[in-house]
């Protein structure tokens, strides 16, 4: 048993990396955009999230992968100058900080929690710009990519612990969302507003 969760989490890992070169790939060569803040935030919690479930010696394979893909990820995103900083940015920003005192008071089984949480909570200004323009979305292919990744990394988890199953459980949600998100048609409103309001019959002389 202890074998065949091992070969899921490496599962996951490989679909994760598959994943991020669709990903990478649509930034570089077509007109995908991303949320930078959302991308840039996701690196830093990830980043704690992992040293966190380490530190317990958790389930951490996967969410290395998604720091070092949110770095990569980040860095694209600044190149090509798709960034933006609101107020909202500014406020999860704020909760990387809360994330450090809550483990360096609380210990990392509570730092995998506030981490995630505060990861779940920087997911908006993603979700916001995937339902205001599915097109730019990302393909439906890549969050369903990640989706599946950390299935495979929920179930590759050795137990129902925090340090195991939290982390990919959170991720599973937040990734079906988007890919929900991707699968929307960016013309539906238009041809239900044709629908609604027809032309006008061409005039007869």
Same mark, same amino acid.
């Given at each position: 048993? @202890?074998?065949?969760?091992?070969?899921?989490?490496? $599962?996951? /890992?490989?679909?994760?990396?598959?994943?991020?070169?669709?990903?990478?790939?649509?930034?570089?060569? @077509?007109?995908?955009?991303?949320?930078?803040?959302?991308?840039?935030? =996701?690196?830093?919690? +990830?980043?704690? *999230?992992?040293?966190? %479930?380490?530190?317990?010696?958790?389930?951490?394979?996967?969410?290395?992968?998604?720091?070092?893909?949110?770095?990569?990820?980040?860095?694209?995103?600044?190149?090509?100058?798709?960034?933006? =900083?609101?107020?909202?940015?500014?406020?999860?920003?704020?909760?990387?900080?809360?994330?450090? $005192?809550?483990?360096?008071?609380?210990?990392?089984?509570?730092?995998?929690?506030?981490?995630?949480? *505060?990861?779940?909570?920087?997911? /908006?200004?993603?979700?916001? @710009?995937?339902?205001?323009?599915? *097109?730019?979305?990302? !393909?439906?292919? $890549? =969050?369903?990519?990640?989706?599946?990744?950390?299935?495979?990394?929920?179930?590759?988890? !050795? +137990?129902?612990? %925090?340090?195991?199953?939290?982390?990919?459980?959170?991720?599973? $949600?937040?990734?079906?969302?988007?890919?929900?998100?991707?699968?929307?048609?960016? +013309?539906?409103?238009?041809?239900?507003?044709?629908?609604?309001?027809?032309?006008?019959?061409?005039?007869?002389?």
């Amino acid at each position: 048993m @202890e074998i065949f969760k091992q070969i899921l989490v490496n $599962v996951s /890992v490989l679909v994760a990396v598959l994943t991020y070169i669709l990903l990478i790939k649509g930034l570089l060569k @077509e007109k995908m955009e991303q949320s930078f803040a959302t991308w840039l935030l =996701w690196m830093l919690l +990830d980043g704690i *999230a992992t040293l966190s %479930i380490i530190f317990q010696h958790g389930n951490w394979a996967l969410v290395t992968l998604y720091t070092m893909g949110g770095l990569t990820v980040s860095c694209i995103l600044l190149y090509k100058k798709q960034f933006s =900083w609101t107020w909202f940015e500014t406020m999860v920003a704020s909760l990387v900080a809360i994330c450090l $005192v809550v483990w360096y008071f609380s210990g990392s089984w509570m730092a995998t929690i506030a981490s995630t949480t *505060a990861m779940a909570i920087s997911s /908006v200004p993603q979700f916001l @710009e995937s339902w205001r323009n599915p *097109a730019k979305a990302g !393909k439906p292919i $890549v =969050w369903g990519g990640y989706t599946l990744a950390n299935i495979l990394a929920f179930f590759g988890g !050795k +137990d129902w612990s %925090i340090e195991e199953r939290f982390y990919p459980g959170v991720c599973i $949600v937040l990734c079906t969302v988007l890919t929900i998100l991707a699968l929307r048609r960016p +013309d539906l409103k238009l041809a239900i507003a044709t629908k609604i309001v027809p032309s006008p019959p061409p005039t007869t002389r």
